[in-house]
Every structure is written in C-alpha cells, then in structure tokens.
C-alpha cells in the first residue's frame, strides 16, 4: 500500500471511529459506533445504486472512500453510478459522514446490442401487478417505464427489461406509457410494443372498459399502428390441457350439455374432462358454434376453443394443422346469427416420412418432384362420388401437399394434374378431372399458396397409371398429380 492509500485508509479508520463518538449530523438524537456507520454508508450507496438504475455496479467500501467495479452499459450509465454512490449519504467528510471519494475500477463498456424487431412488453396479471420485458432505448427511460408502471398499479413493478439500440423514431416511450394506460383497463393482458405496433390483448370483464381500450388503441396515431384484441367474460371453454381436453364454463340445459360432451368424446382422441354446469343465460343458439367448432378444435394439437357473448363470440387460439383449420374456417361460416369468429392459431407441419431420404438440396427441382411423387404414391386425395368435392378424410394428404409445396424452391411452380378412369363418357370425365384439379389448386390458395404457381389440368382418362381392366387399376388412375417445372414469369 503506498503513502498515500495508507494515509487515506487511516483517515478513513479515524472519520468513522470519530463519528462512532460525535453527534451526528448536528443533532444529539442518537450515536454510532464505527461498524454501524459502515453499514449505513454502505446500505445508503447500494440503494442510491438501485434507485438510480444502475444495478450492474458492484461496490466496495473502504472506510468512508467506495470502489465500483463492474461494466458499465454506457459511459452515462458510468457517471451515474459513481455520481448516485458520491451523494448517498450526504455532503461527505470526517465530520459531515458521507462518502469522502468515490474510485471506478471498470471494465471495459458493454456496448450495447442492436434488437430487430424493437419489441417492449408491459403485462398485467390478474392481481394487478405488471411486469416490463424485452428492450428500451437507455437507463432513463427503462427507469421512467417502471416507475409509471408502479404508479399504475400501486405496487412495485417486476422490471425485466434490457437496454438495447434499435429504437423505433418518434415517442416510442410515450407510445409505451399509452400501452400502459389502456392495460390498465383490463382485468388482465399484456402491451406488446413492437417496432411501430402497439397490440393490446387481454381480458376486460366491464363492457365499457373493453370499449374505451379497443377504440383509444385502434385510433392510435401516426406512425404507430394500434392493434387490440381484448375479450370479454367466457361463458364456455374447451382447452387443451396436459393430453386431456378441458370442458368448462356453461350450458343452458342438461341435454346440451351431455351433447357437448359427446361431441368431444367422438372427435378427441383422449380423455375428456367434464366441468360444465347447467344455468340459463340470455344467450341463444350459440350452441350451434359448438357443434360446427368443437369437432375441428378436438384435432388442435393445443389451445383454446371459447365462447365471448359480449366480445369476440367464437374465439379459436392454439396450434393445428393446415387442413383442420381450413375446414374449421369452411365451417364455421355456416354459422347463423350476430357471433362473430376469430381464428388466431398457427399452422404446424405435419412429418413427411416419406421423403426422409430425399436430398432437398443437390438439385431443387428433381428433389421436389420426387418427393410429391412419392407423397402422392402413398396417399391419396379423395373425392365424394361424382363430384369435385374433396372428402374431409383427405386431410392428412392435403397437409403433406402443403408441407412439400413449402420445401420446394421459391422459383419453381406446380401443375395440379387431375385423372380419372375409363367408365363413362370421356368428355364428362375430362370435365370431371379438371374440376378436380381446381378444387385442390382452390385449397391451396386458401391456405396461403400463391396462385400465380399453379397450374390447372384435367388428363380424364387419357393418361392411365394402371389398367383399367381391374377395380385396382381404375381406383388407381382416379388421382391427383403434380408436375413441377421453372417458374417462367
């Protein structure tokens, strides 16, 4: 230790064992000792820390002369701390108390990350405490966010949030507090500001507080975006939970409810958890939603099917595939009445065991038409007799039709082939295979494929795979093929 630490360390020893002795701060109310004053110094600077958000800095206490060490997020992150520890605990001095130096042994200054897409979240749990996630622009505002969310909560605010470049121009931290105030209305839900969108989700129990939050966050300004979404009380509820489907909420009769039941049971391949109860409301034929719905929902590999009579009426969140959501959508719009539908899930992929030896990448177009070839080869897309009408239990090759379509390169289109067999008038079975075909293009176009990729035609009879001699042949010449060529624009 050279002198002039020595003569530091000794002054420091002494300021405090003098202050263990002397009124402190010019009153006669109490006394410490100089271990006592060290823990209040210290306890003083870590809270001073704290409250000025810079948690990071790690301090040590040599007598009355503190050392930082740390890394610091900025160099105005730097200053703040050694300027919040430096006033902590009064003017400073032997006889004043307080904090004589503050010492900054940093590390080097994290520079902070560049996040694509800006995204903030503010979330309210169903007591009323919020929670702040994701990113802000610099200590600040971070700390300005939760402290307006304390205030709207009256309690403290769990802050997560990590500093971080890429901010959206204009008010962004005013666009976060309004986010705040319209959260505030609901019962529970979340904020979710991301780049230029604020979405508002969540419940809201009072009609009037669903309506002020969805038209305040709908009329956001320019540039922002305001997307709400935010529902009102359930009276019914299937759900996903742990392998077991989960019926709750109410049903106007004793019939409707042993029917729901069944519904479920014939359509879910598992247990069925029964906690319905019977209470008449003013809400009537929503069980025909039921009916149209639950079937398709029973297929969800998760989420949640409900019934909003004062929000969004028929709800539909989770995760399905392609071909249970497309006929869910198909389905639905038969529905009769004022309800509404919202269908929010995702689509996930089915496996395709059947192409786990193709190479997709040594030649593109070889590679995806080999695996349509031999997707169609061990699946079928069924008809309903007669007609161009797909049979509902075609669903699973529907999805591996799109599955496949996804593999492919981005450059290469489809011919959507339709063929029959030999029986009856030729022109009737050409006419017959291409509607076919178009029906199956029609789906793929309704389940997000760009249309400008496909081509349609109908073969009839003119191209069998088998002979039509026997019930095996002709079942194999009714078919679906696709041909995959360049993409020529």
Same mark, same amino acid.
């Given at each position: 230790?050279?002198?002039?630490?020595?003569?530091?360390?000794?002054?420091?020893?002494?300021?405090?064992?003098?202050?263990?002795?002397?009124?402190?701060?010019?009153?006669?109310?109490?006394?410490?000792?100089?271990?006592?004053?060290?823990?209040?110094?210290?306890?003083? *600077?870590?809270?001073?820390?704290? !409250? +000025?958000?810079?948690?990071?800095? %790690? $301090?040590? &206490?040599? =007598?009355?002369?503190?050392?930082?060490?740390?890394?610091?997020?900025?160099?105005?992150?730097?200053?703040?701390?050694?300027?919040?520890?430096?006033?902590?605990?009064?003017?400073?001095?032997?006889?004043?108390?307080?904090?004589?130096?503050?010492?900054?042994?940093?590390?080097?200054?994290?520079?902070?990350?560049?996040?694509?897409?800006?995204?903030?979240?503010?979330?309210?749990?169903?007591?009323?405490?919020?929670?702040?996630?994701?990113?802000?622009?610099?200590?600040?505002?971070?700390?300005?966010?939760?402290?307006?969310?304390?205030?709207?909560?009256?309690?403290?605010?769990?802050?997560?949030?990590?500093?971080?470049?890429?901010?959206?121009?204009?008010?962004?931290?005013?666009?976060?507090?309004?986010?705040?105030?319209?959260? *505030?209305?609901?019962?529970?839900? !979340? +904020?979710?500001?991301?780049?230029? %969108? $604020?979405? &508002?989700? =969540?419940?809201?129990?009072?009609?009037?507080?669903?309506?002020?939050?969805?038209?305040?966050?709908?009329?956001?300004?320019?540039?922002?975006?305001?997307?709400?979404?935010?529902?009102?009380?359930?009276?019914?509820?299937?759900?996903?939970?742990?392998?077991?489907?989960?019926?709750?909420?109410?049903?106007?009769?004793?019939?409707?409810?042993?029917?729901?039941?069944?519904?479920?049971?014939?359509?879910?391949?598992?247990?069925?958890?029964?906690?319905?109860?019977?209470?008449?409301?003013?809400?009537?034929?929503?069980?025909?939603?039921?009916?149209?719905?639950?079937?398709?929902?029973?297929?969800?590999?998760?989420?949640?099917?409900?019934?909003?009579?004062?929000?969004?009426?028929?709800?539909?969140?989770?995760?399905?595939?392609?071909?249970?959501?497309?006929?869910?959508?198909?389905?639905?719009?038969?529905? %009769?009445?004022?309800?509404?539908?919202?269908?929010?899930?995702?689509?996930?992929?089915?496996?395709?065991?059947?192409?786990?030896?193709?190479?997709?990448?040594?030649?593109?177009?070889?590679?995806?038409?080999?695996?349509?070839?031999?997707?169609?080869?061990?699946?079928?897309?069924?008809?309903?007799?007669?007609?161009?009408?797909?049979?509902?239990?075609?669903?699973?090759?529907?999805?591996?039709?799109?599955?496949?379509?996804?593999?492919?390169?981005?450059?290469?289109?489809?011919?959507?082939?339709?063929?029959?067999?030999?029986?009856?008038?030729?022109?009737?079975?050409?006419?017959?295979?291409?509607?076919?075909?178009?029906?199956?293009?029609?789906?793929?176009?309704?389940?997000?494929?760009?249309?400008?990729?496909?081509?349609?035609?109908?073969?009839?009879?003119?191209?069998?795979?088998?002979?039509?001699?026997?019930?095996?042949?002709?079942?194999?010449?009714?078919?679906?093929?696709?041909?995959?060529?360049?993409?020529?624009?």
């Amino acid at each position: 230790m050279g002198a002039y630490d020595t003569m530091v360390a000794g002054l420091s020893g002494a300021g405090l064992a003098l202050l263990g002795i002397i009124t402190v701060h010019g009153t006669s109310e109490y006394h410490l000792n100089a271990a006592q004053m060290h823990d209040e110094l210290r306890s003083s *600077a870590e809270t001073a820390l704290v !409250e +000025a958000g810079q948690s990071w800095a %790690e $301090l040590e &206490l040599n =007598g009355q002369r503190a050392i930082l060490t740390g890394s610091p997020p900025s160099v105005k992150a730097a200053e703040a701390a050694r300027v919040a520890v430096l006033n902590s605990s009064g003017q400073g001095g032997i006889l004043r108390g307080g904090i004589w130096s503050v010492d900054t042994q940093f590390g080097e200054i994290r520079p902070l990350p560049t996040v694509s897409p800006y995204v903030w979240r503010a979330i309210k749990s169903p007591d009323g405490a919020m929670i702040l996630v994701g990113s802000a622009p610099d200590e600040d505002i971070k700390t300005a966010l939760a402290a307006y969310a304390s205030d709207l909560s009256g309690r403290t605010t769990d802050d997560r949030v990590e500093l971080a470049r890429g901010v959206p121009e204009g008010d962004w931290a005013e666009t976060a507090k309004f986010g705040m105030d319209q959260l *505030a209305l609901l019962d529970s839900g !979340e +904020a979710r500001l991301t780049d230029y %969108e $604020l979405r &508002l989700s =969540g419940i809201a129990m009072e009609s009037a507080a669903r309506i002020q939050a969805t038209a305040s966050v709908a009329n956001l300004s320019d540039p922002w975006r305001g997307v709400p979404n935010i529902d009102g009380p359930s009276l019914w509820k299937a759900e996903h939970v742990d392998g077991t489907l989960v019926l709750s909420g109410s049903c106007e009769t004793l019939e409707e409810r042993a029917e729901i039941a069944e519904i479920a049971a014939t359509y879910f391949d598992g247990p069925v958890v029964d906690q319905m109860t019977v209470s008449s409301s003013e809400h009537e034929q929503w069980i025909q939603g039921v009916r149209l719905g639950l079937p398709h929902f029973s297929q969800f590999e998760s989420g949640e099917m409900e019934f909003q009579p004062e929000g969004q009426g028929f709800k539909f969140e989770g995760e399905a595939t392609s071909s249970t959501l497309q006929f869910l959508r198909e389905d639905m719009s038969q529905l %009769e009445g004022d309800y509404p539908v919202a269908i929010q899930a995702e689509t996930v992929t089915v496996a395709l065991d059947e192409i786990s030896d193709v190479d997709l990448g040594e030649d593109p177009l070889v590679a995806c038409q080999t695996s349509f070839d031999l997707i169609m080869d061990a699946n079928a897309v069924v008809f309903n007799t007669g007609s161009a009408e797909i049979s509902r239990e075609s669903g699973l090759t529907l999805d591996k039709i799109m599955a496949v379509s996804e593999f492919c390169a981005d450059n290469l289109m489809f011919e959507v082939g339709g063929h029959t067999d030999d029986s009856g008038d030729r022109a009737a079975n050409l006419t017959l295979s291409e509607a076919r075909a178009q029906a199956v293009a029609n789906y793929m176009a309704a389940t997000g494929f760009d249309t400008a990729r496909l081509i349609v035609q109908g073969y009839g009879p003119d191209q069998p795979k088998l002979d039509n001699a026997t019930p095996e042949g002709r079942a194999a010449n009714r078919r679906i093929e696709f041909k995959v060529q360049e993409w020529n624009e």
